[in-house]
Nanobody
């Protein structure tokens, strides 16, 4: 059983930055792919970015050039640096790992508002 704990969400003004962190624990094996999804009220949960263990990344078109995903394999951590935030980035952000079983974190709220 893998536990994922997100942190770093909050309220930020448009144009501001936030850095989300996700700590994974309890895995008996190396975690391959880790990433972030987000879900705004009344909308489906969408992929924001993912990163493989070797460092290959993939981003949603809406965040390319503004968000950067990274990870620390030794610490089983994944990060999401979010710059130039817009009101439409407001959502609950969820950490996810992919494997034989997919695991999700509990989510962290990001609100972009003046």
């Amino acid at each position: 059983q893998v536990q994922l704990v997100e942190s770093g969400g909050g309220l930020v003004q448009p144009g501001g930055s936030l850095r989300l962190s996700c700590a994974a624990s309890g895995s008996r094996f190396s975690i391959d792919t880790m990433g972030w999804y987000r879900q705004a009220p009344g909308k489906q949960r969408d992929l924001v970015a993912l990163i493989t263990r070797s460092g290959t990344t993939n981003y949603a078109d809406s965040v390319k050039g503004r968000f950067t995903i990274s990870r620390d394999n030794a610490r089983n951590m994944v990060y999401l640096q979010m710059n130039s935030l817009k009101p439409e980035d407001t959502a609950v952000y969820y950490c996810k790992t992919w494997g034989a079983v997919d695991y999700w974190g509990q989510g962290t709220q990001v609100t972009v508002s003046s």
